[in-house]
């Protein structure tokens, strides 16, 4: 598009020169042969005082040659015949009845026309070429100001729009032409930012909803709980006990869930606060041997060292790491523990199935359950690692996992004091 107007302005400048110089070319320059006739005449009787030309012909450049081609006026002119010729000067031969005298030059004036033409031309093609290259230019300007540029700015709008950018409203200009478009586009921008701010305040009120069932619903699973505990000691029939047990199973599956479900609105909300202090490393045998409620836990000495954890939370990260060997490896548990650097290392392994090495880096992500659990019949939600990951990152620690075929090994850097 931008070489057609090239060329388009090109052709019609050639158009244009062409036309003035077919214009000019029409001219016709007919010779003075009164006047030749006058200048040879008088060179003819004034030989011998030829000053008379410049009285007599004023607005002519006269030039007389003698026989041999010599200038002999005006005097001094160092000009020859052959050069006056080739300089395109009208030769007259100027004789006295057969004899031969002198030569008189004067400017042809049909030379003289074409070259003034050929000025005028030259004048009239630069005087053109400057009003098109302004033309041009001021059209450039115009479009760029009025056009492109109302553009570019609403394709950095769109492209800002794209990014979440809802706060930066669209200028508008009286000189822009596209006014219209600009202000519907401003309109779209406060129109999509309203829409935000209701989702993320609907959002906002259904995790708040989440958070408050889950921590209405911890009420009634602790009276359930609690109410087993009673039975369990004071019924002696062993089928009662044995239902018992399994009501009293599923409840705590049920406070484990509803915990993790609360912890993850109030992460989502912000809300999920820890407060460390400095802990003796001792506390986390009784952290662990709490979370242990089937007794597979094979513990490892723990050195003697502080650490600054949240011991509500360390309970809350063991406790689901050991619960998910549970319910998805249901065998031994092995923990170990060592210092590593400015950290406490602790290793919490089961001997299940694993993970595959492609979903090491998922479990970790909410709701996130692996391909051989969704197709089993094992109850979660897919929150446990999650919230154990986050707390730990919170306690300015980190939690590793790790498979080597069987079985999965979670490690707990726990920062130490």
């Known amino acids: 598009?931008?070489?057609?107007?090239?060329?388009?302005?090109?052709?019609?400048?050639?158009?244009?020169?062409?036309?003035?110089?077919?214009?000019?070319?029409?001219?016709?320059?007919?010779?003075?042969i009164v006047l030749q006739n006058d200048i040879a005449e008088t060179v003819r009787e004034n030989m011998n005082d030829l000053a008379v030309l410049e009285e007599k012909f004023p607005d002519t450049d006269i030039l007389v040659f003698d026989r041999e081609g010599f200038c002999i006026y005006p005097e001094g002119e160092n000009l020859t015949l052959t050069k006056s010729r080739n300089n395109g000067d009208l030769c007259l031969a100027v004789t006295d009845g057969d004899r031969f005298l002198?030569?008189?030059?004067?400017p042809d004036p049909s030379f003289s026309g074409y070259n003034k033409a050929f000025d005028q031309l030259a004048c009239a093609a630069v005087m053109l070429f400057l009003i098109m290259v302004t033309a041009a230019v001021s059209f450039y300007l115009y479009i760029g100001r009025n056009i492109l540029k109302p553009f570019r700015k609403m394709k950095e709008f769109a492209g800002r729009i794209s990014m979440g950018d809802l706060d930066s409203p669209l200028e508008m200009e009286r000189?822009?032409?596209?006014?219209?478009?600009?202000?519907?586009?401003?309109?779209?921008?406060?129109?999509?930012?309203?829409?935000k701010a209701r989702e993320t305040e609907l959002k906002r009120k259904e995790k708040e909803l989440v958070a408050e069932l889950s921590h209405d619903l911890k009420t009634p699973i602790t009276g359930i709980n609690t109410i087993c505990d009673v039975l369990s000691l004071k019924v002696q029939d062993k089928y009662v006990l044995g239902k018992v047990e399994g009501i009293q199973k599923k409840t705590q599956q049920m406070e484990l869930?509803?915990?993790?479900?609360?912890?993850a609105a109030l992460d989502d909300l912000g809300e999920m606060t820890?407060?460390?202090?400095?802990?003796?490393?001792?506390?986390?045998?009784?952290?662990?041997?709490?979370?242990?409620?089937?007794?597979?836990v094979r513990r490892s000495t723990i050195p003697e060292c502080m650490i600054h954890i949240d011991i509500k939370r360390m309970e809350q990260i063991i406790g689901?790491?050991?619960?998910?060997?549970?319910?998805?490896?249901?065998?031994?548990?092995?923990?170990?523990?060592?210092?590593?650097?400015d950290y406490l290392k602790l290793s919490i392994t089961d001997y299940g199935e694993g993970v595959p090495a492609d979903e090491l880096d998922l479990i970790m992500n909410k709701f996130y359950r692996g391909k051989n659990v969704k197709d089993s019949d094992i109850d979660g939600s897919g929150l446990g690692l999650y919230i154990a990951s986050v707390l730990m990152a919170k306690m300015n620690g980190e939690l590793i996992c790790s498979s080597k075929g069987k079985g999965l090994t979670v490690t707990l850097m726990i920062l130490l004091s």
């Open 1 to 32: 598009m931008r070489y057609g107007r090239t060329l388009i302005l090109l052709a019609m400048i050639v158009a244009c020169c062409i036309g003035i110089f077919v214009m000019t070319g029409r001219q016709k320059y007919m010779p003075n």
């Open 102 to 106: 002198a030569t008189a030059a004067i």
């Open 175 to 195: 000189s822009n032409l596209f006014g219209v478009f600009t202000e519907s586009f401003d309109i779209m921008r406060e129109e999509l930012r309203a829409s």
């Open 257 to 263: 869930l509803v915990t993790d479900l609360l912890t």
């Open 274 to 296: 820890v407060k460390c202090t400095d802990e003796n490393a001792a506390v986390l045998y009784d952290i662990i041997r709490a979370a242990d409620t089937r007794s597979l």
């Open 320 to 341: 689901n790491i050991i619960g998910n060997s549970y319910k998805y490896a249901d065998t031994p548990i092995d923990i170990a523990c060592a210092s590593s650097g």
